[in-house]
């Protein structure tokens, strides 16, 4: 199972960005997707997850109405559009898969079992 996130980088406070996470090595279909970020010198958080249905969507407080999680299963990719992107919002993103089949996406990190490297995020102010 390998998970690799790109899309990261450099942009100006209020921008947006769009990370990409393709998956390969499983059935991409059965399983709920989360992203995770890690600023420096803080704990891996919580950021959105969909379902293996892609009928549901979770956010954490500090994202919601700003950030939008996607599934493409044709693709095996999970997407992450991330709009009025703040200075806090910076950090390293993962994403990573859950670890039960037809899961809703928690917000719990140990919940997940497979995770990508991570893609760097970085918002100048």
């Known amino acids: 199972v390998t998970l690799e996130e790109s899309g990261g980088g450099l942009v100006q406070a209020g921008g947006s960005l769009r990370l990409s996470c393709v998956v390969s090595?499983?059935?991409?279909?059965?399983?709920?997707m989360g992203w995770f970020r890690q600023a420096p010198g803080k704990e891996r958080e919580f950021v959105a997850a969909i379902s293996w249905a892609d009928d549901a969507t979770r956010y954490s407080d500090s994202v919601k109405g700003r950030f939008s999680i996607s599934r493409d299963n044709r693709a095996n990719t999970v997407y992450l559009q991330m709009n009025s992107l703040k200075s806090e919002d910076a950090g390293v993103y993962f994403c990573?898969?859950?670890?039960?089949?037809?899961?809703?996406?928690?917000?719990?990190?140990?919940?997940?079992?497979?995770w990508g490297q991570g893609t760097q995020v970085t918002v100048s102010s």
């Open positions: 090595g499983y059935t991409f279909t059965a399983y709920a």
């Open positions: 990573a898969v859950e670890r039960v089949r037809y899961g809703l996406g928690s917000r719990i990190e140990r919940e997940y079992d497979r």
